[in-house]
């Protein structure tokens, strides 16, 4: 999954007092990597139950969905982002780059 660009990590916070921030969507490209949460849920070493409620909320948090999931079964189950869930990622990644180009300076001067 991808990681925050240098030591700047951002969190935006949401209406109704959640947030999005470098883990969540991490999560959320590791869904899309393993096209499960329980295979997102070990790559970060988290629990299928933490990752699930952090799904669960992620897709509260947001006017559409963001993860797709379909039970197991015959047909194996799994999940999978949806197109928000893509442009929600898209969008995070895109804040963090241009946060982190322009707090670059400040940063080394630290």
Request: glycine share 14%; net charge positive.
């Amino acid at each position: 999954p991808g990681q925050p660009l240098g030591p700047l990590s951002l969190r935006v916070d949401l209406p109704g007092g959640r947030r999005l921030g470098p883990g969540k969507a991490a999560l959320l490209e590791a869904i899309d990597s393993r096209g499960s949460i329980s295979g997102a849920g070990r790559l970060m070493g988290m629990s299928y139950r933490r990752a699930w409620l952090l799904v669960d909320e992620l897709n509260r948090s947001f006017r559409l969905p963001l993860v797709e999931a379909h039970p197991g079964g015959s047909q194996g189950g799994g999940a999978r982002l949806t197109a928000a869930g893509r442009e929600v990622v898209a969008h995070y990644r895109a804040l963090e780059a241009k946060a982190a180009r322009a707090a670059a300076l400040h940063i080394d001067a630290l």
